[in-house]
């Protein structure tokens, strides 16, 4: 249905495109169903308006949308074919795309599964990934500029406000241009976007498909939203599961703590996997022994000492101390089975090669018997020691994470998240299945506690622990 006020084109756009209804609205005009006569297809078109104030030709602002636009040749995209001008007005000839955008989505079916949203997302980071790989940052992504077709295809659309590096500001008369609810806080604060501006924005556009709703509530002032977004700590989701970490690294307030928008994409893929278990140790078979794994390769002050290695030790001490005895016992005895194979020379116990004993004390046995602790132990006890560095020592937890979650993480982020948490309690920790850990733990951030259910997914690098992913489950 047309919307009031607006008039139909009678007759085709630039002679070739023939415009049937109105099927949405962008930040820059009205988004138009039409059919292509000359090759036979559907196509969107977008006619471009006079934003008030403006104080150089509006045309300028288009035919700028038109380049840059035109230039991003990626799939997950809202291509532009064709730019029409007619009068006053430009027509933008775009892809059509059936289907929903995401903030329809969620108005008809309430927040999505965290898994759906990260496949929708990821798919969305590579498509602005590319655009700010050409230098053109979007500047209004919403929910309302994600558009979702069959199998949850997802397309970024309306690059309406965006501008390549080096362009001019076209708006000189302080309108606001975007969607307040989804600015990050350097925007809100008057400084230029950037593409670390498009990364808080599809953070924002996550956080309102897994949670219901946007991050900040609707306000009928948009100074005073604004206001609360540059001044104010952004809210946690809470029912984000896999999403909640990456959703507060992309709405972290320093924008140069945010990973880039192709990180992004690369963790977002790795979210809408589900959990691995790739990271998982191997079970044992039924009569294999655990081995005895060493300690995380970290020497803190504020680390406490496994209880188990120090049980192995003194009990590898009553061993050392007992295989003396009985050499000792033996030669006072006249006990031939504790003397050398050559009798005419003499030789300390050290030098021994025979010692009798039963089967159940011979000395490769009973150290491993007496020290091998249970899988589950080793790994609960490494979770422990990791969380005893932390906040404080991210140097060393830093090295208890593998080389690809390095990667994936990013140092930055990392150390931002770390640096704004007070202090974190270790609870509680329980091995769910060889490999995987859930530790119950409690942050404390400006006097307010919160505690959460983190999986830790470990695995081994020469005989050493280390977190290859994780995800909050609880």
């Given at each position: 249905m047309?919307?009031?006020?607006?008039?139909l084109?009678?007759?085709?756009?630039?002679?070739?495109?023939?415009v049937e209804?109105e099927?949405?609205?962008g930040?820059m005009?009205?988004?138009?169903?039409?059919?292509?006569?000359?090759?036979?297809r559907?196509?969107?078109v977008k006619r471009?308006?006079?934003?008030?104030g403006?104080?150089?030709?509006?045309?300028?602002r288009?035919?700028?949308?038109?380049r840059?636009?035109?230039?991003?040749?990626?799939?997950?995209?809202?291509?532009?074919?064709?730019?029409?001008?007619?009068?006053?007005?430009l027509?933008?000839?775009?892809e059509y795309?059936?289907g929903?955008?995401l903030?329809?989505?969620?108005?008809?079916?309430?927040?999505?599964?965290?898994?759906r949203?990260?496949?929708?997302?990821?798919?969305?980071?590579?498509g602005?990934?590319?655009?700010h790989?050409?230098?053109?940052?979007?500047?209004d992504?919403k929910p309302g500029?994600?558009?979702v077709?069959?199998?949850?295809?997802?397309?970024?659309s309306?690059?309406?406000?965006?501008?390549?590096?080096?362009?001019?500001?076209l708006?000189?008369?302080?309108?606001?241009?975007?969607?307040?609810?989804?600015?990050?806080?350097e925007?809100?604060?008057?400084?230029?976007?950037?593409?670390?501006s498009?990364v808080?924005?599809?953070?924002?556009?996550l956080?309102a498909?897994?949670?219901?709703?946007?991050?900040?509530?609707s306000?009928?002032?948009?100074?005073?939203?604004m206001?609360?977004?540059?001044?104010?700590e952004p809210?946690?989701?809470?029912?984000?599961?896999?999403?909640?970490?990456?959703?507060?690294?992309?709405?972290?307030v320093?924008p140069?703590?945010?990973?880039?928008?192709?990180?992004?994409?690369?963790?977002?893929?790795?979210?809408?996997?589900g959990?691995?278990?790739?990271?998982a140790r191997p079970?044992l078979?039924p009569?294999?022994?655990?081995?005895?794994?060493?300690?995380?390769p970290?020497?803190?002050?504020?680390?406490?000492?496994?209880?188990?290695?120090?049980?192995?030790v003194?009990?590898?001490?009553?061993?050392?101390?007992?295989i003396?005895?009985?050499?000792l016992?033996g030669?006072?005895?006249?006990?031939?089975?504790a003397?050398?194979?050559?009798?005419?020379?003499?030789?300390?116990p050290?030098?021994?090669?025979?010692?009798?004993?039963?089967?159940?004390?011979?000395?490769?046995?009973?150290?491993?018997?007496?020290?091998?602790?249970?899988v589950s132990?080793?790994?609960?006890t490494?979770?422990?020691?990791?969380?005893?560095?932390?906040?404080?020592?991210?140097?060393?937890?830093?090295?208890?994470?593998?080389?690809?979650?390095q990667?994936?993480?990013?140092?930055?982020?990392?150390?931002?998240?770390?640096?704004?948490?007070?202090?974190?309690?270790?609870d509680?920790?329980?091995e769910?299945?060889?490999?995987?850990?859930?530790?119950?733990i409690?942050?404390?951030t400006?006097?307010?506690?919160?505690?959460e259910v983190?999986?830790?997914?470990?695995?081994?690098?020469?005989?050493?622990?280390?977190?290859?992913?994780?995800?909050?489950?609880g």
């Amino acid at each position: 249905m047309d919307s009031p006020g607006t008039t139909l084109p009678t007759e085709p756009i630039g002679g070739r495109y023939r415009v049937e209804r109105e099927v949405g609205r962008g930040g820059m005009g009205s988004v138009w169903l039409a059919q292509d006569e000359r090759l036979g297809r559907p196509v969107a078109v977008k006619r471009v308006g006079r934003l008030p104030g403006e104080s150089l030709p509006h045309l300028a602002r288009a035919m700028r949308e038109a380049r840059s636009s035109a230039a991003l040749n990626h799939p997950n995209v809202v291509s532009v074919y064709d730019a029409v001008e007619e009068g006053e007005h430009l027509w933008l000839v775009m892809e059509y795309v059936p289907g929903r955008t995401l903030a329809e989505l969620v108005a008809a079916e309430g927040a999505l599964a965290p898994e759906r949203v990260a496949r929708i997302g990821a798919q969305v980071a590579e498509g602005l990934a590319a655009a700010h790989a050409l230098g053109t940052v979007h500047r209004d992504v919403k929910p309302g500029n994600v558009l979702v077709g069959d199998d949850d295809a997802a397309k970024i659309s309306d690059f309406g406000i965006a501008r390549s590096a080096g362009d001019d500001k076209l708006t000189q008369t302080g309108l606001m241009t975007g969607t307040p609810a989804y600015f990050a806080p350097e925007l809100a604060r008057g400084n230029d976007a950037t593409p670390a501006s498009d990364v808080w924005g599809l953070g924002a556009t996550l956080y309102a498909a897994v949670e219901g709703h946007s991050p900040y509530p609707s306000a009928s002032n948009p100074l005073a939203l604004m206001a609360r977004i540059a001044h104010e700590e952004p809210p946690l989701p809470q029912t984000a599961g896999p999403l909640r970490q990456p959703i507060s690294r992309m709405m972290d307030v320093d924008p140069a703590a945010r990973p880039t928008m192709a990180e992004c994409a690369d963790v977002l893929r790795r979210a809408a996997a589900g959990p691995t278990t790739t990271a998982a140790r191997p079970a044992l078979a039924p009569d294999t022994e655990p081995e005895v794994q060493p300690a995380p390769p970290v020497d803190q002050p504020r680390r406490r000492r496994s209880p188990l290695l120090i049980a192995g030790v003194l009990a590898l001490l009553l061993l050392v101390a007992g295989i003396g005895f009985l050499l000792l016992q033996g030669r006072e005895d006249g006990d031939p089975s504790a003397a050398t194979d050559e009798p005419s020379t003499s030789k300390s116990p050290k030098q021994s090669q025979s010692v009798e004993t039963t089967p159940e004390q011979t000395p490769e046995e009973t150290p491993e018997e007496t020290t091998a602790p249970p899988v589950s132990s080793d790994a609960t006890t490494f979770a422990e020691d990791y969380y005893s560095l932390l906040p404080d020592d991210t140097n060393a937890s830093w090295k208890l994470l593998t080389k690809d979650y390095q990667k994936e993480m990013g140092r930055g982020s990392y150390e931002g998240f770390w640096n704004s948490i007070d202090d974190v309690t270790f609870d509680d920790a329980e091995e769910v299945e060889p490999g995987v850990v859930d530790v119950t733990i409690t942050y404390l951030t400006d006097g307010s506690e919160e505690t959460e259910v983190r999986r830790l997914y470990l695995e081994e690098d020469d005989g050493e622990l280390l977190i290859a992913a994780d995800e909050v489950v609880g």
